[in-house]
Structures are given as C-alpha cells and as structure tokens.
C-alpha cells in the first residue's frame, strides 16, 4: 500500500500487507510528513493498493482512494 500526502510530493510511506481478502478491510494509523501536517492549508491523502499491478484482479480501477481534509 502506497500513501502519499499531497500527491505529486514527497511525503510518502509504504505499508506491506501481505493478505487482504476481497470485500475486507484493514485499518492503519499512519502521520505524513512529520508533524502531521501538509504544506499548505488542504490536505489532501491518497492511498494505492497493489501499486506495483502484482495481484491480477477483476478491476484494477478502483486500487485508489483520495481523501481532501479542508484547512
């Protein structure tokens, strides 16, 4: 799992998971960049699963989930 804050920068932290059933989740509590904060006042997260296209799935086009948090 790749987690990117501010995607395009280069605050980034990568989670291995190493199994993942269909239709389950995980969760993890993860703080970017240090001090947890974004360069400026919006913050915007974006989490890629399978990253590197490693599992062969069904639809590939749903491995990314953004999320803005309003500063």
Do not use: H
């Not at 970017?32 to 086009?61: H, K, Q, R």
């Amino acid at each position: 799992m790749l987690i990117q804050s501010d995607p395009g920068l280069a605050q980034i932290e990568i989670i291995t998971v190493l199994r993942l059933v269909a239709g389950s989740t995980k969760t993890f509590t993860v703080v970017l960049p240090a001090g947890g904060n974004c360069f400026n006042s919006d913050c915007t997260m974006c989490i890629t699963v399978d990253s590197l296209n490693e599992i062969i799935e069904s639809d590939e086009g749903n491995n990314n989930y953004y999320e803005t948090t309003m500063g």
